[in-house]
């Protein structure tokens, strides 16, 4: 996991000065300024990982918390205005995916033969309708090719050529694939042995609007050095996606095969539902019991009805943070 | 779903005559000739659909309940000697595949281009292992290149293009696209227009076996002028295809969109580990009232730890049966 890190150095420098002049400092966690529920949540990943505590410099950690708030500001103001979660958790994923520092989007890991292929998945809780793509390679905002495939079609999910034609119907912004492509990332894939460790990471919101509807949505560039057309588990509803108005809104985070095998998403609305578990007490059994168990690093968000706000990691770091009604905030890299 | 009959019914008496020769006549339904739990169980499905009873012709319904019992005892073979769950439900889904009645490998609907695109997964339930592929057009047989991604890759899932080039490299059977399409259910698919009611089914199989450990396996051709790209629920762990030794495998076929967003397969399972269902109270619920209620058709196979079966659909048939070690068993179509 180090090498997620270190492949994300050479060009963070390049664009911190940047995020410097644009980005507001990472607020500080407050208390809530009442006992009511929040009126609105919004809860965002940028993936789970491995630096240690004490490997990011000042600078770089600023840099990746101002991104965070900026994602985070970019689907509360849609939530502040009346927007729907659904509008507001793809604000935020397509921030996201444009930001090179994160993989999904711009900035994704390469697969075996170097190039980017990319899944993302969205799921509105009030209706429990769904939509996600798998492997596509020319939609610059994958999240949004998922958006349309739920909207747009009777089907769910949509995976290869397929899916990249159904995007450049749908009138999608289509890029070539160097679009995706950093040059450290490419460097760094050059470096690599096929077969060695191999670097994840997501990103993920989820959000509760004014008008009580739960939706999640996850984008993510998958694994690097991945066999070409694997999907992992961002673009399955259950797995690394869910979201239902009668328990929770989940985006996962994560060794992508194991969230698959639990059915990670859906086994934490399960746990509510018929096990009748407070949403902090199900994910954290499911990251830090089951899947710790299993040896599968990663974490989650979610937010359930009541605007109650679950984080939980097994890795050293997961990027992350909230933005509330009530005026409370987070963004955190670390433990 | 009348179109599913149909499409079936030329070729059908094409094939009749050799069923006859081969197969064995259907069996009845038994008592279980013991109170203990049996050694082994298999329960199979070959879709679910419209054919309402009484528009099939007796020897009509003898071709499908012979291929049923044909493939129920493909797989009763291996369990009787001591073979695992995984190895029966795979050889039962891999004689249904090769059999041009059912909807997955030779003898697929076709997609909105005319050409066969096929899904199928395995989940092995002793160590929640398990392997998918999604929209395979030259793999003779997708179940087997399942097994292949289970068992030889460290993903779970492989998608288009790199999916075949995957089954290709392991040296699975190839077979040319044309391979796949049956001669009437190309001359069907010319006659329907793009939007008309879609035609699906999917064959499946579930297994105990004389360890105490579980397996399943799904395969389909989907959805009939599906867009290019689609995947139903089938190749999705935990939609369409689920197991695990603590609780049930289950194989679902129907409405596959319906079956992905309520996440079928592992719902079961998690109603029975966290609500402490028994298996049929579970699956009951799941088929005749959560499915039902959004319209969405379909049915579901499962076998629980204890070798309780359970088969509900909410359809006008479901091609379906079960074979046990304590001589029970039944081929059937429809209520």
Request: aromatic residues 6%.
């Given at each position: 996991?180090?090498?997620f890190?270190?492949s994300?150095?050479?060009?963070?420098f390049?664009v911190i000065?940047f995020f410097?002049?644009?980005a507001q400092?990472?607020?500080?966690?407050k208390e809530?300024?009442?006992k009511?529920n929040?009126?609105?949540?919004i809860?965002?990943h940028?993936?789970?990982?491995g630096p240690?505590k004490?490997?990011?410099?000042a600078s770089q950690?600023e840099?990746?918390l101002?991104m965070?708030s900026?994602a985070?500001?970019?689907g509360?103001a849609i939530?502040r205005?009346g927007g729907?979660?659904l509008e507001a958790?793809?604000?935020a994923?397509?921030?996201?995916?444009d930001?090179?520092?994160?993989?999904?989007?711009?900035?994704a890991?390469?697969?075996?033969?170097?190039?980017a292929?990319?899944?993302?998945a969205?799921?509105?809780g009030?209706?429990?309708k769904?939509?996600?793509?798998?492997?596509v390679?020319t939609?610059k905002?994958p999240?949004?090719?998922?958006?349309?495939?739920m909207?747009k079609?009777?089907?769910?999910?949509?995976a290869?050529?397929g899916?990249?034609?159904f995007?450049?119907?749908?009138?999608?912004?289509?890029?070539?694939?160097s679009?995706f492509?950093?040059?450290d990332?490419y460097?760094?894939w050059?470096?690599t042995?096929p077969?060695?460790d191999?670097v994840?990471?997501?990103v993920?919101a989820?959000?509760l609007d004014?008008?009580?509807?739960?939706?999640?949505a996850?984008?993510?560039g998958?694994?690097s050095r991945k066999?070409?057309?694997r999907?992992?588990d961002?673009p399955?509803i259950g797995?690394?996606?869910?979201?239902?108005?009668k328990t929770?809104?989940?985006?996962?985070?994560?060794?992508?095969?194991?969230f698959?095998?639990?059915v990670?998403?859906y086994?934490l609305s399960?746990?509510?539902?018929?096990?009748g578990?407070?949403?902090?007490?199900?994910a954290?059994?499911i990251?830090?019991?089951?899947?710790k168990?299993?040896?599968?690093d990663?974490?989650?968000i979610a937010?359930d009805?009541?605007g109650?706000?679950a984080?939980p990691?097994?890795?050293?770091?997961?990027?992350?943070?909230y933005?509330?009604s009530?005026?409370?905030?987070?963004?955190a890299?670390f433990?």
């Amino acid at each position: 996991m180090c090498n997620f890190l270190k492949s994300q150095l050479v060009h963070l420098f390049l664009v911190i000065s940047f995020f410097r002049l644009v980005a507001q400092p990472a607020e500080s966690v407050k208390e809530p300024v009442s006992k009511d529920n929040p009126k609105w949540v919004i809860v965002i990943h940028g993936g789970a990982g491995g630096p240690v505590k004490g490997s990011l410099s000042a600078s770089q950690e600023e840099a990746y918390l101002n991104m965070l708030s900026q994602a985070l500001e970019s689907g509360s103001a849609i939530l502040r205005s009346g927007g729907t979660s659904l509008e507001a958790v793809t604000a935020a994923v397509c921030f996201m995916e444009d930001c090179p520092l994160f993989n999904a989007g711009k900035g994704a890991v390469l697969d075996e033969e170097g190039k980017a292929e990319l899944d993302a998945a969205v799921m509105d809780g009030r209706t429990l309708k769904a939509g996600a793509v798998g492997g596509v390679r020319t939609v610059k905002n994958p999240v949004l090719a998922a958006v349309a495939v739920m909207e747009k079609t009777k089907h769910v999910m949509l995976a290869g050529p397929g899916a990249d034609r159904f995007a450049r119907e749908q009138g999608l912004k289509i890029v070539p694939a160097s679009y995706f492509i950093v040059t450290d990332r490419y460097e760094k894939w050059k470096q690599t042995k096929p077969g060695a460790d191999a670097v994840h990471g997501t990103v993920g919101a989820v959000a509760l609007d004014q008008s009580g509807n739960l939706a999640a949505a996850t984008s993510t560039g998958g694994m690097s050095r991945k066999m070409v057309g694997r999907l992992g588990d961002t673009p399955i509803i259950g797995a690394g996606t869910y979201a239902n108005n009668k328990t929770c809104a989940v985006s996962c985070t994560g060794h992508g095969e194991f969230f698959i095998r639990n059915v990670v998403a859906y086994d934490l609305s399960a746990l509510m539902e018929y096990k009748g578990l407070p949403l902090a007490e199900a994910a954290e059994y499911i990251v830090n019991d089951k899947l710790k168990s299993q040896k599968a690093d990663g974490g989650l968000i979610a937010v359930d009805k009541e605007g109650n706000i679950a984080m939980p990691f097994n890795s050293n770091a997961m990027f992350r943070g909230y933005k509330t009604s009530d005026d409370r905030s987070l963004v955190a890299i670390f433990k």
